[in-house]
Nanobody
Framework: QVQLAESGGGLVQAGDSLRLSCDAS????????MAWFRQAPGKERDLVGF????????YYASSVKGRFTISRDNAKNTGYLQMNSLKPEDTAVYFC??????????????????WGQGTQVTVSA
């Protein structure tokens, strides 16, 4: 069983930056693909992006590409989401997720076996 815990959310102004962290309770973190999702009130939980187990490949949703960066430190069992040039439409609860590399379909929620509890990010205009 893998437990994930996000931290770093908060209230910021448009144009600010924020870094979220995702701490994993497993030594096998390096065997998992890691993703960030977000869910705004009344909306679906959407993919922000993901990074492969060794950090060699990453993917971003078009709405955040060029502004957000996903990284990971497998030695610390921690993943990160660096968010720059934040916009009010980025306001959401952000979730990290981890899934086995064998699951495939990393762009879908079904690929991820483990989820954090979420952290709120609010961007004011």
């Amino acid at each position: 069983q893998v437990q994930l815990a996000e931290s770093g959310g908060g209230l910021v102004q448009a144009g600010d930056s924020l870094r979220l962290s995702c701490d994993a309770s497993t030594r096998t973190f390096s065997a998992h693909v890691m993703a960030w999702f977000r869910q705004a009130p009344g909306k679906e939980r959407d993919l922000v992006g993901f990074i492969t187990w060794n950090g060699g490949t990453s993917y971003y949703a078009s709405s955040v590409k060029g502004r957000f960066t996903i990284s990971r430190d497998n030695a610390k069992n921690t993943g990160y989401l660096q968010m720059n040039s934040l916009k009010p439409e980025d306001t959401a609860v952000y979730f990290c997720a981890a899934g086995s590399r064998s699951n495939g379909e990393y762009g879908t929620r079904a690929a991820y076996d483990y989820w954090g509890q979420g952290t709120q990010v609010t961007v004011s205009a």
